[in-house]
C-alpha cells in the first residue's frame, strides 16, 4: 500500500485527518452559497443587488457571510466607492479565479446530470 502525502488531496498516511487546514478552506469553498457566489462573479464583477439577483435565494445575511468569508480568503475582493450613495463591486481575485477556473467543470456536470441524477426513475 502506498502512503500517501498531504500533496496527495489532503491525505497525510492514507488518511483524511480532521484537524487538517484543508477542510476549513474546502468548507468555505464548497458551502452552496460560496460555489455560488464565485460561478457569479466569474461571469463579471457585480454589486450587492446584483449579487443577490443572480444568486437566487440567498438571505442578505448568508451573502454577506459568505462574501465575507471570500474576502478573508483571499477568493474575493471588495472595492468600496467613497460615493453617495456608496457603490461596492466584487470581483474575483487570481486565487478566485483560479478557483473558479475548477468549480466551473463541476458546475458544468452537475448542470448536465442534475435532472436524470434527480428524476423519480432514478433508483
Same mark, same amino acid.
Given at each position: @500500500?502506498?502512503?500517501?502525502?498531504? *500533496? %496527495? !488531496?489532503?491525505?497525510?498516511?492514507? /488518511?483524511?485527518?480532521?484537524?487538517?487546514?484543508?477542510?476549513?478552506? $474546502?468548507? !468555505?469553498?464548497?458551502?452552496?452559497?460560496?460555489?455560488?457566489?464565485? /460561478?457569479?462573479?466569474?461571469?463579471?464583477?457585480?454589486?450587492?443587488?446584483?449579487?443577490?439577483? &443572480?444568486?437566487?435565494? &440567498?438571505? =442578505?445575511?448568508? $451573502?454577506?457571510?459568505?462574501?465575507?468569508?471570500? =474576502?478573508? %480568503?483571499?477568493? /474575493?475582493?471588495? %472595492?468600496?466607492?467613497?460615493?453617495?450613495?456608496?457603490?461596492?463591486?466584487?470581483?474575483?481575485? =487570481?486565487?478566485?479565479?483560479?478557483?473558479?477556473?475548477?468549480?466551473?467543470? $463541476? @458546475?458544468?456536470?452537475?448542470? %448536465? *446530470?442534475?435532472?436524470?441524477?434527480?428524476?423519480? =426513475? *432514478?433508483?
Amino acid at each position: @500500500m502506498q502512503v500517501s502525502t498531504l *500533496n %496527495d !488531496h489532503g491525505f497525510t498516511a492514507g /488518511v483524511l485527518p480532521a484537524q487538517c487546514p484543508t477542510r476549513t478552506v $474546502l468548507d !468555505h469553498v464548497t458551502s452552496k452559497w460560496g460555489v455560488l457566489v464565485i /460561478v457569479a462573479l466569474s461571469q463579471q464583477d457585480l454589486r450587492w443587488g446584483e449579487l443577490r439577483r &443572480v444568486v437566487e435565494g &440567498v438571505s =442578505e445575511k448568508m $451573502l454577506a457571510q459568505t462574501l465575507r468569508t471570500l =474576502e478573508a %480568503d483571499g477568493f /474575493v475582493d471588495r %472595492d468600496a466607492q467613497p460615493t453617495i450613495p456608496p457603490r461596492v463591486d466584487y470581483s474575483l481575485t =487570481e486565487r478566485g479565479r483560479a478557483l473558479a477556473a475548477r468549480l466551473l467543470p $463541476l @458546475m458544468d456536470w452537475i448542470a %448536465d *446530470n442534475a435532472d436524470d441524477i434527480l428524476s423519480p =426513475e *432514478n433508483p
